[in-house]
């Protein structure tokens, strides 16, 4: 089965500061990962995604992630986040292959981001 | 655009009520699932559906039942609630050909006493 790890429990920076939320997965076939946010008191919405083609993909609200697939990792970036980006981000990895009618996605358990103005 | 729907918001049950989570969409996909978040633990799949009759579970099943009559809904159902099921369900839906693309709902925040 799938895992997703994501390293930090909870992150505090002031704003301006460079952002990076690490994210591993487990399982060595091909694979769909994605990032989600929750804002305080608010649903999950997809922030980006990566399916194929260019590691480097880029999301809403000048995020963007790097797969790397040496590394299983799939770490989420933003050069400067403000007080707005303060949520709590999940990174989710699917198999493709599993067919529509076994498509799981797994969460890693989350990050709180809280950004001081 | 309505989307993923939840009902209710808020609900508090006593320990072996029985009670039933609504969900409705009104995109037309295909994929419907339920997922539990709690503290610590991130998201975890109760129940899926791929389509109206349709249903297999996830990673969480105990406890809970879930049925697709339609293509629009999903309801979740606690035959007998237990104060390990308190916490706050979700609602996703994605069109088939982009499964992990979900769109929530705003959730259901469960308390079991």
């Known amino acids: 089965a799938q895992s997703v790890s994501q390293h930090n429990h909870h992150v505090i920076l002031s704003e301006a500061a460079s952002l990076e939320l690490g994210c591993n997965y487990s399982?060595?076939?091909?694979?769909?990962l994605f990032w989600y946010v929750q804002y305080p008191g608010q649903h999950l919405q997809l922030l980006l995604k990566?399916?194929?083609?260019?590691?480097l993909v880029k999301g809403i609200k000048g995020f963007e992630a790097e797969f790397i697939k040496s590394k299983f990792s799939f770490n989420l970036r933003k050069p400067s986040v403000q007080w707005s980006d303060t949520a709590e981000y999940f990174c989710?990895?699917?198999?493709?292959?599993?067919?529509?009618?076994?498509?799981?996605?797994?969460f890693g358990k989350g990050t709180k981001l809280s950004v001081i103005p | 655009n309505a989307g993923v729907t939840q009902t209710p918001k808020f609900q508090v049950l006593k320990t072996g009520q029985s009670m039933t989570l609504q969900c409705a969409q009104d995109?037309?996909?295909?994929?419907m699932s339920w997922y539990r978040q709690d503290p610590g633990m991130g998201l975890r799949l109760i129940h899926y559906?791929?389509?109206?009759?349709?249903?297999d579970q996830g990673e969480v099943p105990n406890g809970y039942n879930v049925s697709r009559s339609t293509t629009e809904d999903f309801p979740l159902r606690l035959l007998s609630a237990a104060p390990s099921q308190t916490s706050v369900y979700f609602c996703?839906?994605?069109?088939?050909?982009?499964?992990?693309?979900?769109?929530f709902g705003e959730g259901s925040r469960l308390t079991v006493l």
């Open positions: 399982y060595g076939g091909t694979v769909n």
């Open positions: 995109m037309n996909h295909e994929y």
């Open positions: 989710a990895a699917g198999d493709p292959y599993s067919g529509a009618g076994s498509y799981q996605l797994t």
């Open positions: 990566y399916f194929s083609g260019d590691p």
């Open positions: 996703a839906s994605s069109y088939s050909k982009f499964p992990g693309e979900l769109f």
């Open positions: 559906s791929v389509g109206a009759g349709i249903t």
